[in-house]
Each structure stands twice: as structure tokens, then as C-alpha cells.
């Protein structure tokens, strides 16, 4: 006898609830098979993982710090995903943000002022969008597929960032090593919180989430996106503008994960080195299908996201657990958030089909 | 209470739990061993730069046994993560914490100010604090063997040299080599190709046989992966291999490799935070002081050459022969060095021009 | 001059089978409605499948077998996930390469460091030591001729057998193939293990003859060029091979150019192999209908069947 799935009537919404809750139980149990079949204490492993990063308030802001650039991108990414216009190149963008706002930082070294921030900001938001436009213009204008393009330009925009710190930005005190300078004191995110690293991209972040949801949820273009995700035929029924949808969507995405890239270098990091792609433009993609393409579930994904990154820190200080086994783990915890969405949609009953048998 | 894994064995480890409690007080009691922290921007099983880290804290760990407890971090990317795992090391009570990649020096200096009573050493930085020391290896020796030796080898006096990044550490590597090359040889070329990555076998390999299509016949590389003498070895080409010994992945035709041996060193500095007598100094060691490692030249290179390279290397250690001695002229031909002078040791540090015999140009 | 162009050839065609290998299997779970991101992930355990299989029994021809086994394993945990559970493809497919990446790393860490001989050349008597011709035909290793027919096989079965046409519909309308009564996820399933065996293969030919040795991570990227070449080859085996000969083509060409000294900094020659897919996708994109009578309409859909 095998388990087959009924399509629920509609979206269960205990189920909505429940699922995350199922699959967290399902990891912890997967977790302990894993870590005593690979000879580790599993107890241990799981505490190192998802306790020890958040115990301390450091920790706390190191998770915010980590979940930041991921939520900023992921919200972006979501609403152009909800109107099917599928930027992959999230990370170039956000390469370009950093290159952008971190340009004008160092444009600016030594002279700096209030004003300087807001206007690295903007210039990040600038620098991915720019980005963006480049798969728009190729998709709306040549029809080239967006996928591709974008793709494709997150190795352009990182080998660009490259021979950037390489070359005219290289630091010309740093002993010729590939890294500008650092920033001057305004050009730095401000930190919340003495003692940790929370900074001010943080509760940026959050009024991004706030604004993507009114934006899905309360304007007409929320709508026409939704629409023309759903049937694209409805959409161009209704006179919506596909191209300008396009438009709208890998600016906007390409725009925040900018933003994102130029709270990274004024945040944490500090400078521009060849190392502010890392990887987060690739993971946002994870974090916005498992926060189901919407603004607040987006938020508790990369939170959960940034955990696990942490945690397999955690576990390889406290355990010497190989960095290996975290991937295992990751896509096992990734696994099972998937695979228990299905519960949403479907009920599980056992036995055979009852009219479908002879089809199939 | 903290156990180091390694003192359980794999199988045993679930039962750590029960009999941590026991061991880890009786040993408290003693005395509390020494915790160091290492932390790799690579896996330690990448065979090359971390593996070699990893390999000199074994080393520490074989030295002092009990007393020091061992913990590394692989894979540490060197933005803003790098930071975090620092700071937990420090936090969790390591007294001496190695971040073995030029990556991490600005987190290394911020997590040292946040805790002053650790001691940090960065790997080929240059920025230092009162507990932030900094130690790197002179590369740069091995490669004037190695350049010696081509000028011998080649037949076609081209020279295919496989960089990773145009940093300093690959720059002085690549003007090292040269310089030596043409004492040996003054018709002899150094083609660079660089693949903008550390390692990707593939890329590597792809670099090699551009370079050996185009006529070179000694392959050398600055990137970390086997791939480039592998490809050498298929073509029966000479090549020299970097960071590990990679004889076995090319036995006829690999000369030597310039190996990295952080053991000692580490050794040493464990043990001056024991005596209390560490210093935030900065160690910058070659040849001589056995950091840089040259195993023994493939025979088949002919004894006249195995004495050639012995000899280059003797006189390096003696301090006869200084890598960048002049006369040195750069591309355009300018003396950069003249008759009786030599770098210095900041000019090495930040090199970034090519001196005569290279081709291609640098980024500004 | 001419050997030059001829060695740049070589290296092109040897550089290009592994990416056409993974991308010609996605084009076919592609082409049946699923979109599999873990082209990465199912390369890594390919190879280190590949390699670890070669170790162990010493045979080339087993450590094939194993990689594609490892790869078509891999598939079935996403298939499993997406047609079985009917998980999101696209994030899926993502968790898929990270779970890849870590097991690979796994499985592999005893085996790093090892060297073992590149898999067997070919050498066809005298046709081999022909000019130009002979190195260039012959004397490359079975998995680049193995490739190369599966490029040809894969485009003969999908526009010239009935199966493939079914396979074709069920990535078109999935729900009208459910109607007219064709198992939709059994083909897809199918598509999405040979998929994955391919993958597999492509992640063995690195490191059984590309460069015969297993790291960390060796695919440096490939599986995303394979991915991207599919979208490139508007969902035709024919121009993946153009795609990947392109691909292939300008990488080794621009570490050729700096071998020759070209005075222009190796960051921007570098970038040379994504603009130039870029401006060939935009020139062939134009032509709106072709472009839209190959994508296949349900890429990426779950298939509900009683929705």
C-alpha cells in the first residue's frame, strides 16, 4: 500500500503553520541520524547549530548582520519571480551596488560628510539597478532570455570588482594588495548596538519587507504582478504592459540587491575587497521560495538561512565538525521545508486511487 | 569541559558525552592546556595553502600534546564572516589564534582590539597591533631556484608561468624567477597567464596547455592545484609545483616544488605564549629557516642541473645571493636596481611592476 | 600559426565535453517540463562518484558507470521531492547543489591528493598521426566521442521517435498529455534521472580525464555555464554543442591571448566567454516565434494532476 496526495479543496491554513514546524522536527531527527552515523554526539551538534549562535547578544546581531543581505535581495527577487521574470544574476548586482555606493566613498575619502551615506545608498541602488537594466533592455528589446543575461553578468560584475581592487582602487597604502582603502567614518554603517555589529542596514532591511508587502498586497502594480504570474494571458486581456512589468521587476530586484551590496561594504566589511560577492545573491534565491515568495515569510527564511550558516561555524569550532557535513545538513533542512509544503495542498491518504488506476 | 574531538576515537565519540565530564575536570585541574585556533579560507583537504596550514598545527599538536588543544575553521570566506569566526574563537577562550590568509587582516585587527588579552598572527599581512603579530614565508627564494633551473631546462626559452592573482606575493614570485631565468639564460621569456582563481583544475589545466601550444616547454605556476604538472607531464614538459609537494602527480617530469612548512614556526610561537614571551613581531622566513621547503630535484634533470639548484639554494641560505640583486631593469628597460643593490624587503612586499623578460603587463 | 589554431581546437572540444554532457542532459529533463538548478551538485558527486569508483576497481569504464549512477541517484532525491512532494523545482534544484557540495566534499576527503591515470586515449592507426586532421579527429578519450553521440542520439530521440514527441508534450501541456493518458511523471522522472546520469557524466569527465584527480569543489562553476547553455541552445541538443564549442572556445582563447602578451588586464579578457554568450544569445533571441515553439510552456510547473 502506498501513501498517494489529495489535493485539499483549497490552502490549509493550520498546515501554513504547521508544515515549518513538521520539517524543523524532521531535520532534528535526519540531524541526529547524520551526526551519530558520521560519529559525532548529536546533541552536541544540533545545540552547536541552531543554540549556541543566538545565546550570546553578539550572537543575535551576527544573525541579523548575516540575515540582512538576504532578506534585502530575497524580497526583490520574489516579486519579480511572482510575475515569472527570473533573475538569477542577483549576486552581480550586488556586486555592482558595492561598486557603485563603495565608488563613491572613496571618491569622496577625507572629505566626507553627514550627507555621504544616503547618497552611498542611493548610488548602491543605482549601481544594481544599472545591472539589471542590462537583462531588461536584452529581454524586452532582443527578447534574450533573462535567465541567461543575468546570469552571466555576475561573472562580468565580479571580475569587473576585481581588476577595480586590483587596479585604479587598490589601496595606496596597502602595500599594493587587492583591497581599497577602508572607509572614513561616514561612510560606514553606524552600529546600533555597542559590542556587536548590527547596524543600521538591519531596520533598512525590515522597512523593505514592510514595503514589499504593501506593495503586493495594496497597489495595482502588486496586482498586475500577481496577475500576470498567474496567467500571463489574463494579464495582456487586462492591458497591462507586460514590458514595463519586466521593467519594473528587474529594476527592483536589481535595485535592492544593490542596496544590499552597499550595506555590505559600508557595513560589515568596511571597504571593498574581492571578496563582497559571497554567494548571497545565489542564496536569496533559496530564501524567497522558502519564505513562499512573500515579504514576511522572506524574513523568517533568511533568518533560518543565516542560522544554519552560523551554526555550521559554531559546529566546526565547538565539535570540529567538517564544513562538508554542514552542506549535507543544509540541504537536508532544505529538503524537508520543501517537501513538507506539500501538506499545504494536499492531504496524504493511503490506498490505491480510486478512478485514476487505469489511467496511468 | 571543552574536548578536542581528536582525543576520542571517530567510534567512540558517541559515548563522549558520558565520559566528558571526568577528563575534562581532571585535566582542568592539572593545568588548562593552551587552546589555539586556526582559521583557513580553504578546506584543509584542498591539498594545497590550508592543507599546509593544517599540517603545521599537527604539528603543534604532536609537539606539546596535552598541554595545547588544537581548533581550526576551514573554508572561512574572507568577508564579512571571517570577523564572526575570529571573535568566536577568542571568545571561546583560544589564547592564541593564527588567520592564515591575507583576507583576514582587517577582521584580525578588529576582533584584537575587542580582546586585547589574545594573541592574534596574521599570514602576509602587513598591519600589526600590540597582540596582533605577522609572519609570512619568502616564496619568493624558491622561485629563483626554480627560474635558475628553466634556463637550463628549456630548449624553446619559453616560459609558461601560471599566476592566480596579480598580487605582490605572485608579482615578486614571477620577477624572482625571472631574474633568475636570464642570469641562467639571457634568451629566455616568461609567458604569464593567469586564471583569477587559487584553484580550478580545470582553468589551471586549460592555462598550461595555452601556454604549451604557444611554445613553452617548463611549465611553473602560482595557483594551488596539481592540474598544471599534470598536463606538463602528459606533454613532456617540465614544470615545478607550489604550496605542496606534487611529485606524484607528475613523477618523470616535476623538478621540484616550493613547498610551505608552517610547523616550526608555529611550534615556536605556542611555545613563546607559554614562556610568556611572545612578541607581536613581524617573522618574515625563507629558505633558511625552513618555512620555504625545496624537496629534492628530479634526477632526471641531469646531476650538472641537481647541482645547479643545490647551489643557488646553498647560496640563498648562506646569504650570497640575494633573489632581487642587481642589476634589475624593468620592462621599459630602466634600471630598477642597480650593480651592488637589491630590493628591499618593502619593496618586495609591494611589487607590482614586471622586470625585464616578462610578457604582458599588469593592471594599474 | 596553423598548429596553434589546431591545438586551440583540440583544447576547445576536450574543454567543452563536460559542459556538454551536463547541459545535454538538462535540455532533456528541461524539455520534459522540469527545471533542475542542481547541475552543480549532481556534477561534484558525479565526479568524486567517478573517481572514487576508479580507485576502488581500478577499471575507467566502472568509475563511468558509477558517476552516472551517482548522478541519476541524486536526480531521484530532487525528483522525489518535485514530482513525488511537489516542492518548488527552482529552490529545489538550489538545495540540491548545496547538498552536493557538502556530500562530494564528504565522500571525497580520503581521496584528495591522489593522482591516477587520465582515462585511455583513442588512437585510430594512421588516421591519428594525419595533419591537422588526425589530432584534431582522433585520438581524444571515449567520454568526448560518447558526448558527442549523445548529442546526436538525444536529438534523433526527441524529434524522430514517438517517445521523444511524448516527452516533448509532456513538457508543452502537461495537462493535456494527462488527458490524452501519458504517464506525465514516470517521463518526467525518466528525463530528470538521464538528466542527472549526465550530469554525473560530465562531473566524471573532469576528473577522470580532464584533470584526473578529485578537489573540493573542482566544477568551479561549470554546472551554472551548463545550465546557462541550455537557455543559450534554445532548447536544441545541436546548439548546445555550438554553445559549449563557443563557450569552450573563448575561455581558452583568452588565456591564449594573454599567453601572447595582448596588453589588456587578464579581468577584463576573462570576461570575454560571457559576453560573447550574451551576444550571440541576443543575436539568435530575435526571431520571437522560433524562440517561444522551443521553450518548453511547463518548465518549471508542478504538474497537479487532478488540479
Known sequence: ???????????????????????????????????????????????????????????????????????????????????????????????????????????????????????????????????????????????????????????????????????????????????????????????????????????IAFAVVLGGWFLLARTFVGFQIKVLGLTPAAASYAGFDQRRLIWFCLLLSGGLAGLAGVIEAAGPVGQLTPAIPQGYGFTAIIVAFLGRLHPLGILLAALLIALTYIGGESAQITLQLPIAVTGVFQGMLLFFLLATDVLIRYRVRWGAPAGEAGRA | M????????????ALAGASALPFGMGSALAQAPLKVGFVYVGPVSDHGFSYQHDLGRKEVEKAYGAK??????????????????????????????????????????????????????????????????????????????CGALAGKLTKSNIIGYIGSFPIPEVVSGINAFTVALRRVNPQAQVRVVWVNSWYDPGKEADAAKALLDQGADVITQHTDSPAPCQIAEQRGAWSFGQSSDMQRFAPNKLVTSIVDDWGPYYVRRVKEV??????AIDTWDGIKQGLVVIPPFNPSIGADNVALGQKVKDDIVAGRLHPFAGPIKDQQGKVVYAEGKHASDEDILKMAFYVEGVQGSLPK | MLETVTALLIATIIAATPLLLAATGELVAEKSGVLNLGVEGMMLVGAVSGFIGVQVTGSGTLGIVAAALAGALMALVFAFLTLGLKANQVATGLALTLFGIGLSALMGKDFVGTPHDRLPQLAVPGLSDLPVIGPLLFGHDALVYLALALVA?????????????????????????????YPVLRIRLMATLFGGAMSGLGGAYLSLAYTPQWAENMTAGRGWIALALVVFATWKPGRVLVGAWLFGGVTLGQLYGQGLGIPVPSQFMAMLPYLATVLVLVAISRDRVRIRLNAPACIGKTFHPAA
Open chain 2, 68 to 145: 595545547v588543544q588544537t581548533t581550526f575553521v576551514e573554508n572561512v570566506p574572507e568577508g564579512a564572516d571571517a570577523e564572526r569566526v575570529i571573535n568566536q574563537l577568542a571568545a571561546q577562550g583560544n589564547g592564541l589564534i593564527f588567520t592564515t590568509s591575507f583576507g583576514f587582516m582587517n577582521p584580525t585587527i578588529r576582533v584584537a582590539q575587542r580582546h586585547p588579552k589574545v594573541k592574534f598572527e596574521h599570514c602576509t599581512g602587513y598591519k600589526r597591533a600590540d597582540n596582533v603579530a605577522t609572519y609570512s614565508a619568502r616564496f619568493y627564494e624558491g622561485r629563483t631556484i
Open chain 2, 274 to 279: 607559554m614562556d610568556g614571551t611572545w612578541k
Open chain 1, 1 to 203: 500500500m502506498w501513501p498517494r496526495l489529495v489535493p485539499r479543496g483549497e490552502a490549509s491554513p493550520v498546515m501554513v503553520w504547521m508544515t515549518p514546524v513538521l520539517a524543523v522536527a524532521l531535520t532534528l531527527l535526519a540531524g541526529t541520524a547524520l551526526f551519530a552515523a558520521l560519529g559525532y554526539p548529536p546533541g552536541r551538534a544540533l545545540h552547536a547549530y541552531f543554540v549556541e549562535p543566538v545565546s550570546t547578544f553578539y550572537g543575535l546581531g551576527e544573525l541579523a548582520v548575516k540575515a540582512t543581505p538576504l532578506t534585502l535581495t530575497a524580497v526583490g527577487l520574489a516579486i519579480g519571480f511572482r510575475a515569472n521574470v527570473w533573475n538569477i544574476g542577483a549576486e552581480g548586482q550586488l556586486v555592482m551596488g558595492a561598486v557603485l555606493g563603495g565608488g563613491l566613498a572613496l571618491a569622496f575619502w577625507g572629505e566626507e560628510g553627514p550627507w555621504l551615506m544616503p547618497a552611498m545608498l542611493l548610488a548602491g541602488i543605482l549601481g544594481g539597478a544599472l545591472w539589471a537594466a542590462i537583462p531588461a533592455f536584452l529581454r524586452t528589446r532582443f527578447n534574450a532570455s533573462e535567465i541567461l543575461v543575468s546570469l552571466m553578468m555576475v561573472y562580468v560584475a565580479t571580475l569587473f570588482l576585481n581588476w577595480l581592487v586590483h587596479g585604479p582602487w587598490r589601496d595606496p597604502e596597502g602595500f599594493n594588495f587587492p583591497q581599497s582603502r577602508m572607509f572614513g567614518n561616514d561612510a560606514l554603517m553606524p552600529v546600533l548596538f555597542e559590542g556587536t555589529r548590527l547596524h543600521l542596514g538591519t531596520p
Open chain 2, 2 to 13: 571543552d574536548i578536542s574531538r581528536r582525543q576520542f576515537a571517530i567510534g567512540s565519540a
Open chain 3, 153 to 181: 542520439a538525444v536529438h534523433w530521440f526527441l524529434y524522430h521517435t514517438r517517445r521523444g514527441l511524448v516527452l516533448r508534450a509532456v513538457g508543452e501541456n502537461h495537462d493535456a498529455a494527462h488527458a490524452i493518458g
